[in-house]
């Protein structure tokens, strides 16, 4: 168990609006990552971070945004959300492990948009 | 650009038998990490093995075991004596070294075990 917690679980919105989702670790890791797993397309990362206040744009970062005010939480941020992000959002923290990191994943949010 | 083709979308064996499932990747990195996630039906993404590029010495763990070949870039996961607990969808994965080490997804691959 990797101390990852993910809030809501699952959400079902309007097109348009704002949605926030929310990565919580409880044990200091400095990188932390959000995903989107969608069919046909294995997980996509969409931003990381390296540290607080330290983010970065993945693969699939048009329409998202990121925050990291603490180490332990990791904001994604749905400016206008669209019904092409209907998607599972995964956070995972990066555990350093001798030889090199190992990524551990939360229990995802379903969110659907409607 | 790094990429990993999982070709096998589906597959399905009969309880007991083994099975392989394939994992080719593309990098230009000298130095990489490859990883197998296994993913039940419950949706939960369960960290199975990491390897370093420079360690291509094949592993065993129990019934899985997962043979590297640097020369084909594959990484390939075996489950021996197969149950219907295994059933998942498996992903292979890859991320640069020594940097932010973002990971790249196969697409995966989906294994049922018949009882």
């Known amino acids: 168990d990797a101390g990852i917690t993910q809030s809501p679980r699952h959400k079902v919105t309007e097109t348009g609006t704002p949605v926030t989702l929310r990565c919580h670790q409880t044990?200091?890791?400095?990188?932390m990552y959000w995903y989107r797993q969608d069919p046909g397309h294995g997980l996509r990362l969409i931003h990381y971070?390296?540290?607080?206040?330290?983010?970065d744009k993945g693969e699939v970062s048009d329409g998202y945004s990121v925050s990291r005010s603490k180490t332990e939480d990791f904001l994604l941020t749905l400016e206008s959300a669209t019904s092409s992000q209907t998607s599972v959002y995964f956070c995972?923290?990066?555990?350093?492990?001798?030889?090199?990191?190992?990524?551990?994943f939360g229990p995802g949010t379903r969110l659907t948009v409607l | 650009a790094q990429k990993v083709t999982q070709a096998q979308t589906e597959i399905s064996v009969v309880e007991k038998e083994d099975v392989t499932l394939d994992c080719v990747y593309e990098?230009?990195?000298?130095?990489?990490?490859l990883f197998w996630y296994k993913q039940p039906p419950s949706g939960e993404l369960v960290f199975l093995i990491r390897?370093?590029?420079?360690?291509?010495q094949n592993e065993i763990s129990g019934r899985y075991s997962w043979n590297f070949q640097k020369s084909t870039s594959s990484f390939n996961f075996t489950i021996t004596a197969s149950q219907v607990v295994d059933s998942a969808v498996y992903f292979c994965?890859?991320?640069?070294?020594?940097?932010?080490?973002?990971?790249?997804f196969g697409t995966g691959t989906r294994l049922t075990i018949i009882p």
């Open positions: 044990e200091n890791h400095r990188y």
């Open positions: 971070s390296y540290g607080v206040k330290d983010t």
């Open positions: 994965a890859l991320s640069e070294a020594g940097g932010n080490e973002k990971l790249t």
């Open positions: 990098t230009r990195d000298t130095t990489y990490y």
């Open positions: 995972a923290i990066g555990r350093w492990v001798a030889g090199g990191t190992e990524q551990f």
């Open positions: 390897r370093n590029s420079f360690d291509e």
